[in-house]
């Protein structure tokens, strides 16, 4: 258990309709990492939180957003959803700063599947 | 930019074989490399590290050595076994705040 959770596990939507993912990092922890993952694309950064603030931006869509609260938990929010955003989403959690120490903490993912 | 190149699976192998998963990367100055795990079910979860060259990482019976001169850190393992069945994930660090993730190669070991 890596004690970072994701809730929900498992997700079913429609096209169109919006959904959010929520992430408790382990405890003590301050930064926050969302990852999507897809069969065809491998493991692909979305957005990363430091203690409330935006630090780093991968390739994370428009549609897409996200927040990190006071009590440091996290949400993922996806709007107007497309097929192709069905993927396994990771939250992984480190103490501070990556630097060279590279260590994430990862929850078991959600996985969403849109119809 | 960062990039990181992994061995395309999946790879199949029976019981006490040999493993090598290779991996590349390319990268701006000298980042730290890193192998990370995901088994059935679960979140990835760091398996070794190295943050210079030449430095070997080890692991659970698993090892990577940091090679700048083919720029490359390929995993191995002298015998596995049917519990080390997993993905395997080479990493790259970019920088305070990122890591470039290999898209991960599927092991499958039989008794």
């Known amino acids: 258990d890596s004690g970072v959770t994701q809730t929900p596990k498992h997700l079913i939507t429609a096209t169109g309709q919006r959904v959010t993912l929520r992430c408790s990092p382990r405890s003590g922890d301050l930064s926050v990492y969302w990852y999507q993952q897809s069969l065809d694309q491998g493991l692909q950064f979305l957005i990363q939180?430091?203690?409330?603030?935006?630090?780093a931006k991968g390739n994370i869509l428009e549609r897409f957003s996200a927040q990190q609260f006071p009590d440091l938990h996290s949400e993922l929010n996806l709007s107007s959803l497309e097929l192709g955003d069905s993927a396994l989403y990771f939250c992984?959690?480190?103490?501070?700063?990556?630097?060279?120490?590279?260590?994430?903490?990862f929850g078991e993912g959600s996985r969403l599947t849109v119809l | 930019g960062n990039s990181v190149t992994q061995m395309e699976g999946p790879v199949t192998l029976s019981e006490e074989a040999f493993l090598t998963i290779n991996c590349t990367y390319t990268a701006t100055g000298y980042p730290s490399l890193f192998w990370y795990v995901q088994y059935p079910g679960e979140g990835l979860q760091l398996l070794l590290k190295a943050t210079k060259a030449d430095d070997k990482g080890s692991n659970k019976g698993f090892e990577a050595t940091y090679r700048k001169e083919t720029t490359s850190f390929h995993l191995e393992k002298g015998s596995v076994q049917v519990s080390d069945s997993a993905v395997y994930f080479c990493a790259l660090g970019g920088g305070a705040n990122n890591l470039f993730f290999g898209t991960g190669t599927r092991l499958t070991v039989i008794p």
């Open positions: 992984a959690s480190s103490p501070g700063e990556l630097g060279r120490t590279g260590e994430l903490f």
């Open positions: 939180y430091y203690n409330g603030e935006e630090r």
